[in-house]
């Protein structure tokens, strides 16, 4: 069975060591903070400028002046630290965000994302994410495998416009965790009752598939 | 020391010399920050064909989303936009244009204006549109494309507290892009919450120097909310 | 949060990893606001062919000076170079290199390392010897020379206090090339007068957010002044 | 008679206006401070990270962390801010110093200034002074007329290495104040008691005298 937002979330949660300085995207990045593993501490940036990122406010704690970058409210944890988008974007292209994680509209077997702009749809701008993937260390993309037609989003190259070249590690999808490696996607793990044949189906780019492949535990 | 004196008493100091098409820097991020009262001068003055530096352009009738009303802005330099319908009307309607960067790149963009480099390479953006016509050069094998410093005419800015001097602290998320907004206009106008005299300001916990501001302006802000998101009590 | 306590309680520990040949950003200008501990550890490890970045050398017998005495540092970049007799003497012995570089330039170079920004164009220099062999480009008229990025194997910086997260302030005017040297190294190591728990900093006024630190401990320090001038009382 | 430093100096001060943004070089510059007209004030930048810098200390006031760009124990005035090096020449590079005096080797006609090396003697650096005549609206240059063998330091063209191209405004010495005007100095006033002969006669680069040369007044 394809993983529900949730799981992915829960799978991606699993990347994080102790100690990582994160930054999540809106949607399903996000809910990874719900689920970061126990003994496991995690520091979310937020590009607008916030380091240690905490969850949503209360009624009472809402203040108009403490957003997060989808500029939602939020609060900030005890030993967070607030500064200009200068600084938070020499913090991101500087590489000292250990783990970004953000959505796609595509991505390809050279480590390509597309993320931003569907050519004749309103184009309402990259925000963060061409600095998030040029700049952390490790970029972890979650999506769903293939549209809801069925068609493959894990591409031999991107056709959409790019957001980012040769900058993913990671892809987590609702069928697999896969590796870009050597100009290919390496299947990394299947998700539990999803077969091989499926994830060969619906990967239009290259696949390796090693000989075992783990199935995500839950 | 009255020749450091910023405060002005009334938006029209506040904006004077404000003029049809030029460049106005904004603070701000989402509705998070912005100088209302400025925003609401330019409304009221009328200036046009203005091309306006700002992360965003506000919500429908609120923040610089009220400059669209009248077709103030000529072209915006922004990194997300169209949250307001009137923003997209105007811009599919070609009144209106746009310019995208990517965020890291408009805040350094406007901190290089403020600091006098006229130009720096970063690898946001190469091998995508917005990298398109821009030089492309390599360091430690890794290529990054050219980017240029933003200045404006104006620079208009938000801030929590200001002391006479132009010294300015911002409070909470709301610094964002107001720092280095401030340094990248010509003539630099904050509007804050609360003036101070000075040394009511700690030296080494100021945010904006005094060097930087023209024109200091008392305002006060309804402060909207864009996305309120509340969690039930434990 | 144990994952983002960075303090360490030995000297060992702070500079654990420093190898010969390795380059060393160093915080201070002039005696003030120098890691004055973590320097002595440098001493006692006795790291060898050391390139130092830093806008001064210290002076005979403290501060970056003492790593001459044993000849650590093959070479210098710094703005302002020979207030010791000894820096002198292996200078024109060729026993030590110095690259000279403008003070803003040398502190931008470490700013754009750390920030990502791998060079950028300034009017500094342009036409006299720091301009050699650089790029030369016209922006609006003017001209400006291409300038390349810094960044070290280790930084080693002095603050006021930190908690252990890593979160700095500095005090007066010890913060000057500090908060750019934290940004650059790929270990970062800060020497801090006071370590305190996190939240009692408030979040807004945390000149070095702690992503950029690597390890903290607390120093005791010396704080020798270089120039005492002092006025009489009125 | 040539003017001591102080008158040097005094004169130095008349050129700032109320408001001012003043950045003074070691030396003559510096004594500049004591001399500001009455009802003008200024603030001092200083550029290894304070706007707003105060007199000398008192013994009880002596603090290690608060230095000037000359190293010296110093104290800052109500209403200054303190700040990084990198925010500091941000200032002076971006053109916000409104004026910046400081002393030299050698000028020449174009603007030029020479100040920080003479070949063959050791080079102890150029400290800021590169940044500040790069970036500062108004360079003003402090220094003797001619040196003690009686050779001009304004030159037809810097013999030593430069510090900044066709930058500077302004030239003080214990003769003269003197303009950069198209590629010429400009004679604007002359010393109480030295004759525009004697100007002419220490002045090596091409000299502009104007038929009414005003005296400095003291």
């Known amino acids: 069975m394809a993983l529900t937002r949730e799981q992915i979330a829960q799978r991606v949660a699993r990347e994080f060591k102790d100690g990582d300085y994160v930054n999540l995207g809106i949607g399903i990045p996000t809910l990874a903070a719900n689920y970061v593993p126990d003994g496991i501490s995690v520091m979310l940036q937020s590009e607008n400028g916030l380091l240690g990122m905490g969850p949503y406010p209360t009624e009472a704690q809402v203040d108009a002046d403490m957003i997060n970058a989808g500029k939602e409210t939020v609060t900030a944890i005890t030993g967070s630290s607030i500064f200009s988008s200068a600084e938070s974007f020499a913090m991101i292209r500087g590489g000292h965000v250990d783990i970004t994680v953000l959505g796609a509209f595509e991505v ?101 598939v090693p000989e075992h492949v783990p199935e995500m535990l839950f | 020391m009255s020749g450091f004196d910023k405060v002005v008493t009334s938006y029209e100091e506040a904006m004077a010399g404000l003029q049809d098409g030029m460049t106005v820097i904004a603070g701000g991020f989402g509705l998070c920050g912005i100088p209302e009262g400025l925003i609401a001068q330019i409304k009221r003055m009328g200036t046009r064909q203005l091309t306006v530096v700002s992360n965003n352009c506000g919500v429908d009738g609120f923040g610089l989303g009220v400059l669209l009303e009248d077709k103030q802005i000529k072209k915006m330099v922004s990194s997300y936009v169209g949250e307001n319908a009137l923003f997209e009307k105007q811009l599919l309607n070609g009144e209106l244009e746009v310019e995208l960067t990517p965020q890291g790149t408009l805040a350094e963009k406007m901190r290089a204006g403020g600091a006098g480099i006229p130009a720096f390479f970063t690898a946001t953006g190469y ?9 492309v050069r390599e360091f430690n094998g890794r290529p990054y494309i050219l980017e240029e410093a933003i200045t404006g005419d104006f620079a208009i800015v938000k801030a929590w507290k200001a002391d006479r001097y132009g010294n300015c602290v911002y409070r909470h998320t709301a610094q964002n892009f107001n720092p280095m907004a401030a340094t990248a206009g010509k003539i630099t106008v904050v509007e804050v919450e609360e003036i101070v005299e000075p040394g009511e300001l700690d030296p080494s916990q100021i945010h904006t120097p005094g060097i930087y501001v023209n024109r200091v302006i008392r305002g006060t802000f309804e402060k909207r909310i864009e996305r309120l998101h509340v969690r039930e009590e434990a």
């Open chain 2, 127 to 135: 091998g995508t549109p917005v990298g398109d016509g821009k030089e």
């Open chain 1, 108 to 208: 390809d077997q050279h480590g390509n994302i597309a993320s931003w702009m569907i050519p004749g749809k309103l184009v309402k701008g990259m925000g963060g994410a061409m600095d998030l993937v040029a700049g952390a260390k490790n970029i972890i993309v979650t999506m769903t495998h293939a549209d809801k037609y069925g068609n493959s989003k894990l591409l031999p190259e991107c056709t959409l416009p790019l957001t980012g070249v040769n900058c993913i590690t990671r892809i987590i999808t609702d069928l697999a965790v896969l590796e870009i490696r050597d100009g290919a996607f390496y299947l990394a793990e299947h998700a539990p009752g999803v077969s091989i044949e499926e994830i060969k189906k619906k990967t239009a780019g290259k696949l390796i």
